[in-house]
């Protein structure tokens, strides 16, 4: 059964602090992973990669897929109040659909 | 460009009613994926339609059904509501069955059964 897997499940910190957030998966046919940031409502998207190895960055977050471990992590660095968000990894197997992780919580303490 | 607009925000309903919750794709998308998110969980996949028909389906009982409209806007129903069935209900949208490519979520509605 597809599955992902994502670590810690809650995190708090302090502004300021980088952060790393991680995300295995097993997936039939694996296609791509992305990674979605969720505040009230909607998942917003962050990045997607299907190549390992190659780091996807944009300004303050990055992150990077290791295909042969079946893992990503995603990083935050100089963490702000306005990143505390649900931090949810998805996975796309060959039917296209998304199979979601239960994500992790983060917060930022001023 | 208007993103993915989903009606209702929040809906209450009681045990065995009927629902039908509304998604209208961002601009240029022409396929719609469903998903339920409970609390404290990620979203789960319901199903997907692309040219009007069901394309991939999850593991979701025939209470679940949808449908998709010539101008890509897509209803989820449910029948027989259960407790259980309380989520927010996102709907995502993507071009060509999305295979290569991110969905975009809307805002979801947020079904309470009582």
């Known amino acids: 059964e597809d599955k992902v897997v994502q670590s810690p499940l809650s995190l708090v910190v302090h502004e300021g602090d980088t952060v790393t957030l991680n995300c295995s998966y097993e997936v039939t046919n694996f296609r791509s992973l992305l990674w979605y940031k969720q505040e009230k409502k909607a998942p917003t998207f962050l990045f997607m990669l299907?190549?390992?190895?190659i780091e996807k960055k944009s300004g303050r977050l990055s992150s990077i897929l290791d295909k042969k471990e079946l893992f990503s992590i995603l990083n935050i660095t100089a963490t702000q109040t306005g990143d505390s968000a649900v931090y949810l990894c998805?996975?796309?197997?060959?039917?296209?659909?998304?199979?979601f992780g239960k994500g992790t919580k983060l917060s930022v303490k001023p | 460009d208007a993103g993915v607009t989903q009606s209702p925000t929040h809906l209450i309903k009681t045990r065995g009613q009927q629902v039908t919750l509304r998604c209208s794709p961002k601009?240029?998308?022409?396929?719609v994926s469903w998903y339920q998110q409970a609390l404290g969980q990620g979203p789960q996949f319901i199903f997907q339609y692309y040219e009007e028909e069901e394309r991939q389906r999850g593991n979701f009982p025939d209470r679940f059904s949808g449908h998709q409209f010539p101008n890509y806007s897509s209803e989820l129903n449910v029948n027989a509501l259960l407790l259980g069935d309380s989520a927010l209900y996102l709907c995502?949208?993507?071009?060509?069955?999305?295979?290569?490519?991110?969905?975009?979520f809307g805002d979801g509605t947020r079904l309470s059964i009582l």
């Open positions: 299907t190549s390992s190895g």
């Open positions: 995502a949208s993507s071009l060509g069955r999305g295979l290569n490519q991110p969905q975009h």
């Open positions: 601009s240029g998308h022409d396929t």
């Open positions: 998805a996975v796309r197997g060959s039917q296209g659909n998304l199979i």
